[in-house]
């Protein structure tokens, strides 16, 4: 175990830095490990995701201890490495491949959550130790850290700015997909899910289309591989959409996640929210709360 995992705690970094909260991801599917590992080798998701992070300038340093001058020093980055890990009590039965957890620097006005980073992190340090087969993408995010007056009046949404992004793509690779949003005891996504859905119909986008959907309560929510006090849990109000995914990818997923936190606290939501996408395949009407590959 590397010594920079010794000092890792869950929740606010140290020092007075800002921060915009936690940040949870969390990987289903099936993971099938690559044969030149061998089966003595232990890899640590932990020192995978760090080591990406830090590759590509992603990983804030400035919370890696030290006096207040050495901090100075140090680089500013999108998150501070918190916890990873591949499998987890919380969300035994499940098909859970690995899990992250971050404390996400505070967003500044014209970035969203950094979700789509986050996520192609999360999926290189996992792909980095087998053959990986995405089935559903969860995501904790800090709604609570986004301060939605303080947005660019031409950009509310700053997402919206990288949509042409997926314009260029292949027509058939557009997935079928349910999205859940969810407050946990905070009633707030309840309250806004009609409004919530109206506004995400409003932005000029096609990465995601889709529908609210009625009658589906918490069910469709995946057991989460963390505490739930780590956000308002357990799940409880939220909403769900179901709809065309413009690919079946962590940057797409993260692109949407980060659409969502912001349309939400544009219309005042301040509670972290429990992003989860599903892929809908033949038998995707079946539970999901046990071994859904």
Known sequence: MPEFRDNAQPGVAPGSLRTAGTMIAALYGDLVPHAWHGPESELDAYALFYRRSLAM?????????????????????????????????LAAGTDL??????????????????????????????????????????????????????RLRSAPVPSMLSASWFAERDPRARASVQVSVNSGRDPSMSVVAG????YLHSLDQDVFVGALQHGVGTEAVLPMPFDDGAWNGPAGHGLVLRGELAEWSCDAIGWVAEVVADSAAQL???????????RLTQSANRSWGVGAR
């Open 57 to 89: 300038g992603w990983h804030d340093e400035r919370a890696a201890g030290g006096g207040s001058e050495i901090r100075t020093l140090r680089a500013a980055g999108l998150w501070a490495m918190n916890d990873a890990g591949w499998d987890h009590p």
């Open 97 to 150: 491949v690995s899990w992250f957890q971050v404390e996400a620097s505070a967003v500044a006005d014209d970035r969203p959550i950094p979700v789509q980073p986050f996520l192609q992190c999360a999926e290189a340090a996992t792909r980095r130790t087998g053959t990986l087969t995405l089935s559903a993408v969860q995501v904790l995010l800090p709604v609570q850290g986004l301060d939605a007056s303080s």
């Open 195 to 198: 409004q919530l859905d109206d």
């Open 268 to 278: 005042g939501v301040r509670s972290p929210l429990l992003f989860t996408v599903i």
